[in-house]
């Protein structure tokens, strides 16, 4: 908690202690609260297939778990950014751990068909959602990459993140409405009590991908790539960074399984 020392000291002890505790309770509300409202509505826009959704808000959640870590437990300090990888960066500086999980697939899901799941550390998967879940998927105009793999880092991450910090669980979020939160225990091994019966992998969508419209008129596929490209710019403002980024080849995943 960064705040003069002078000050703090100089109050009473039980005021001294009512104002750590309603402090804490203010980042608790303002960051952990709103953070399991996105991870809810996270989990409840996957199994709708509402790609765009699912990455929006998981970049919200873990951002806001992220600066409630750093806030109650790291440096006290929290900058307005919403770069994930560099909030981890600062997480690190004090409580490496809270950022350390498991990225392999969960036993007994190859067996039941899933072969997609690409090498990827924290890191990597932080990046993943600070570029696919920013401000461009409102607009449609980045190419989405959804998969299994997404639901089940997104639900590590924030059992690491919200380990200790608060008593009441994510399911009773006052947030959001009780149909958000049905879906919550579904493939969720990190909150889902011991003897849950999962619903099956069969039949679900394990990868959504698209590109949009933007991204095949800058790419050449409709003929004149390069006055796409112009008109995008001076239209709607795009930099040389977002037409390197519209123009950059998909990647391809291999051993997509079938709707």
Known sequence: MQIDPSILNALHPEQHDRFVRNANEIVIESFIFTGDRD??????AFFQKQSHLFLWSAAQALEKYIKA????????????????????????????????????????????????????????FLQRVETQGSPDVRYDQVQLEVHLQDLVLLDRMAFRLRHLLVTEPVESCRLVGEQLAQCFFDLNYSFAPEGFEHPPLTGLRLCHASVSKLEAAVRGCYGHANLYQQWACKSMDMKPKDMERLTKPAKEWEGLPND
């Open 39 to 44: 991870y809810l509505t996270a989990r409840f």
């Open 69 to 124: 870590n750093i806030l109650l437990l790291g440096g006290g300090v929290i900058q307005r950014t919403h770069q994930h990888t560099k909030l981890a960066k600062t997480l690190r500086e004090t409580h490496t751990e809270r950022l350390e999980i498991d990225t392999a697939m969960p036993d007994g899901w190859a067996e039941h068909g899933v072969s997609l799941w690409p090498n990827v550390d924290v890191d990597g």
